[in-house]
């Protein structure tokens, strides 16, 4: 359901811009996409996975509280969806984690909550910035024939530069999110065949 969801709400989004490239067809967008999910965890790591199933709380092998996180941040995206507002399916899962940990009585890194709250207040400035930066930069650049064909040059290599974090970030939770309850349901198995 998480991965679902994760793709309604995100890859959605994602595929958006990528239907924006001149002569980018959907389903290219859709495998450009596919592979970046599947190779970024094995080329940038699984810090991300670690932080959301291990480091932001540790609930002491008891995954119960950490599902409950889960399905608490979907519940919480899809009725700001349903409103069509702007979601955050990363702010969900770090507010919904740390207050399954907060009412778990587990310990809660609140550094690391402050880090990642912090990120996101800086991305848009970091974001107005680098547009700035970008059309200042189009706008020095000669203008010569083919100028079209080299912004959709660039276009496609922001669509795959944004697959590629896309797969580092949500790819990840994809994989967490697969090991908790993964984990979890090997749990119930062993105590029903101990019982």
């Excluded at 924006?20 to 190779?39: C, F, K, S």
């Excluded at 909550?113 to 800086?122: D, P, R």
């Excluded at 910035?129 to 660039?154: F, S």
Aim: glycine letters at 12%; a positive charge.
């Amino acid at each position: 359901m998480f991965a679902l969801f994760t793709g309604y709400n995100d890859a959605g989004a994602v595929i958006g811009l990528g239907v924006r490239v001149r002569g980018l067809r959907p389903i290219t967008a859709l495998l450009l996409l596919v592979l970046a999910v599947l190779a970024a965890p094995l080329v940038v790591g699984t810090a991300v996975a670690a932080t959301l199933s291990t480091r932001l709380v540790s609930f002491e092998g008891d995954q119960a509280p950490l599902l409950a996180a889960i399905a608490a941040a979907v519940l919480v995206t899809v009725v700001l969806a349903t409103c069509r507002l702007p979601t955050s399916l990363t702010l969900a899962l770090i507010g919904g984690v740390s207050g399954a940990g907060l009412g778990a009585g587990a310990s809660v890194d609140w550094s690391l909550v402050a880090a990642v709250l912090a990120a996101a207040a800086v991305a848009p400035f970091a974001g107005a910035l680098t547009a700035r930066a970008v059309t200042w930069l189009l706008g020095v650049l000669p203008a010569r024939k083919g100028a079209g064909e080299r912004l959709r040059r660039m276009h496609l290599a922001a669509f795959v530069a944004t697959c590629v974090a896309y797969g580092a970030n949500d790819g990840q939770k994809l994989l967490a999110v697969y090991a908790s309850s993964r984990s979890g349901w090997e749990r119930r198995c062993a105590v029903g065949t101990a019982g």
